[in-house]
């Protein structure tokens, strides 16, 4: 229940495209859903989140879609480009904000030039 | 300001060795977060650390273990090191919000 599922492990999109990057979670208690982007050598670094209040989020190219009642929430990258190219993790996190953060396992971006 | 920081980079230890990670982290930051990252299993929480306290802790043996000081900066060490240790440990801290802030990491290879 304290997992959250994360698709598909790989990814590779054109310059230009859409990439867009899947996560499903079990438990209801989750209240905040951040995406994080990890490049070689870095630590993740925080991208976008959503509370389970709002079906959508956009921040640039960057939108988070939240489907409270599938338990289901995505990454959506317009216009992608050779610089998106990490390893983006999608998280949940409980009501408190205390709670630890679940991650997901990870999907290796590439966007080809 | 100043991000989080963790030392040292790289280690190379042989089995049976243990080690001291540290971290240090964002001026204020009261919670400090450990996680283990491997190219299989993601990113799998350690512990967490709160005001010198643990506050969580994650499935993994009591080989590793961890403190937090006085001024927020952690450690965390992992006594009689095994081969599947080898990763990259993450160090995270966090404020007054929901997000965390990690650092670049401490890449472990065991031997």
């Known amino acids: 229940q304290q997992q959250v599922k994360q698709s598909p492990q790989s990814l590779i999109v054109q310059k230009g495209g859409i990439s867009i990057i899947n996560c499903a979670y079990e438990n209801t208690a989750f209240d905040y859903f951040p995406w994080y982007q990890q490049f070689p050598g870095k630590g993740p670094a925080l991208l976008i989140a959503i509370r389970p209040d709002v079906s959508e989020k956009k921040e640039g190219r960057f939108t988070i879609s939240f489907n409270k009642s599938a338990k289901q929430f995505s990454l959506h990258i317009m216009d992608s480009q050779p610089g998106d190219s990490a390893t983006y993790f999608c998280?949940?996190?409980?009501?408190?904000?205390?709670?630890?953060?679940?991650f997901g396992k990870g999907t290796r971006l590439h966007i080809l030039p | 300001k100043a991000g989080v920081t963790q030392t040292p980079r790289y280690l190379i230890k042989t089995r049976g060795q243990q080690v001291t990670l540290s971290c240090s982290p964002i001026?204020?930051?009261?919670?400090v977060s450990w996680y283990q990252q491997t190219p299989g299993q993601g990113l799998q929480f350690l512990f967490e650390?709160?005001?010198?306290?643990?506050?969580n802790k994650g499935n993994f043996p009591g080989r590793f273990s961890g403190r937090q000081f006085s001024n927020s900066r952690s450690e965390m060490n992992v006594s009689t090191l095994e081969l599947g240790d080898s990763a990259l440990y993450l160090c995270a801290s966090r404020g007054g919000d929901y997000g965390y802030t990690f650092g670049s990491g401490t890449r472990l290879t065991v031997v």
């Open positions: 650390y709160f005001s010198e306290t643990q506050r």
């Open positions: 998280a949940a996190s409980g009501p408190l904000r205390d709670d630890k953060i679940i």
């Open positions: 001026s204020g930051h009261r919670s």
